[in-house]
């Protein structure tokens, strides 16, 4: 199993490695393909002085699915607000946007909802005060429940969406 395991893994490397659009696009597994297409894309992005990322490099489609991805990532590995602190503070409405495009329309309409808390649509990283109304304020309903409709993949596996939106906009995915 350890060797199948470190088998894949190289393979997934390799195919990051090499930009290898079409190994990537004759994997199996939606999670692998998902885990490896983001991979990929995390090397177009760079880091700005305030500590957001900068997604300039991205073009529309890789930056839906670099943005369903990280969320999708930070709400599996621990909670929505991480994905503002973690360095996407400021793309709270595209980030709506992307899971909306990809079909995950409910889990975009929580996210809504939640964006809509904050000042100009912009989360106020490092403000106790905000975190402190997300975490047992005024605005912690909202907040549990956009996580609770991202964790549950009340649309469908992110994995899934992001596969079958890829392999419709393969041309754009592998544009740049």
Known sequence: MQRRWAEKEAKMQDIIKNL???ALFAMD?????????EQILWSFVTKRVDGDFDLSNLNHTQ?????VLEMESATQADALPNFFEEGFSVYGREAVQALDEIGASQCA???????????NGIYPKG????????????NS?????????LVDYTDGWFPDLCRTY??????????G
Do not use: C
Not at 109 to 119: C, I, S, Y
Not at 128 to 133: A, N
Not at 141 to 149: E, F
Not at 166 to 175: G, N
């Open 127 to 138: 403000d106790k005060e905000f975190w402190d109304s997300i975490m047992s304020g005024k």
């Open 141 to 149: 309903d909202i907040w549990d429940k956009a996580n609770s409709v």
């Open 109 to 119: 309409a929580a996210l809504n909802v939640a964006v809509d808390t904050l000042p």
């Open 166 to 175: 890829t392999e419709v906009h393969q041309d754009m995915i592998q544009a």
């Open 20 to 22: 290898d659009w079409n």
């Open 29 to 37: 597994e939606n999670d692998d393909f998902s885990r490896t297409l």
């Open 63 to 67: 930056k839906v699915l670099f943005l």
